[in-house]
């Protein structure tokens, strides 16, 4: 063994043709008597270069950068745009289920609705006949099978919903009374209804029929005799008092004598 090769130390030669880092086919040298590096090739690795498997080969380490940061790149921008697809898929989802908690709340009205009319509609038709009991009642002709009949048929329509309104003495409403008669009367002090013609009727907050009423106003001319009067009194009260404060003068200041003496009678 020479002496310079003594002083390097062992020399390991990898002759396999396929490089198990890169994958590449090497470029042995084999082919000509020349082992140097092939003019215009890649440079040879120096002799104690030794490819490790699961190593970089030297020389590609910032390749191996760029291709990493571009991969990361990639990746960001794959995750960017999976949550813009996911913000927009939530909120299409929510915008339909707000569009159909809004329709159920519709249909539910409009069912609601239907059903208030309907029923309306029914009992609408059932008011003459209530008429004719109400009038029944008040002759006294209420009476036998008629009666149980005619109370049954009442406490259906009460529990329908149906409720009757309009009293004597009720202050008129025009959104709940229809006035049929008008008068004056110093009884009251304000338009009211004196007298019921006819009930009327309502389901909730539903008018079916207003009642037919008879309306008195405050009489105008009553009220202004009425204020004349209480005037004069309060005149008349107010002379009696002025009368009653006021004192005899002496005989002297009135040129009057005292009764029973005549003139000329001296001491």
């Known amino acids: 063994m020479r002496p310079e090769e003594e002083s390097q130390g062992p020399v390991v030669r990898d002759r396999r043709r396929i490089d198990p880092a890169t994958g590449q086919v090497r470029d042995t040298g ?3 008597p020349h082992r140097g590096p092939v003019p215009g090739g890649p440079p040879r690795p120096g002799k ?7 190593g970089a ?6 390749q191996d950068d760029d291709d990493a940061r571009s991969r990361a790149e990639a990746a960001a921008a794959a995750a960017a745009e999976a ?8 909120a299409d989802l929510q ?9 159920r709340k519709r249909v539910e009205r ?11 509609n029914v009992l609408n038709e059932l008011i003459p006949v209530l008429d004719d009991i109400g009038r029944a009642r008040e002759h006294g002709e209420l009476t036998g099978g008629f009666k149980s009949v005619a109370e049954s048929l009442e406490g259906i329509a009460a529990k329908l919903g149906l409720t009757s309104f309009g009293e004597a003495g009720d202050p008129f409403d025009p959104t709940l009374h229809e006035a049929l008669t008008h008068s004056y009367s110093a009884d009251v002090t304000e338009p009211t209804a004196v007298q019921i013609f006819q009930p009327g009727y309502r389901v909730g907050e539903r008018i079916i029929r207003p009642a037919r009423v008879g ?14 009067a209480t005037a004069d009194d309060s005149a008349r009260a107010v002379n009696a008092e002025t009368a009653e404060d006021v004192t005899p003068a002496d005989d002297e200041a009135t040129g009057q004598e005292e ?8 001491d």
């Open 110 to 120: 409009d069912r609601m609705a239907v059903r208030e009319q309907a029923l309306a």
């Open 48 to 54: 104690h270069s030794v490819s490790r498997p699961g």
């Open 83 to 90: 949550t813009a697809k996911l913000a927009e898929r939530t």
């Open 95 to 103: 915008r339909l289920q707000a569009e159909y908690a809004n329709y």
């Open 57 to 62: 080969p030297a020389g590609g380490t910032g």
């Open 30 to 32: 084999e082919a000509g």
């Open 215 to 228: 309306v008195a106003e405050p009489d105008s001319a009553a009220t202004a005799e009425d204020g004349e």
């Open 259 to 266: 009764p029973g003496t005549t003139p000329g009678d001296t």
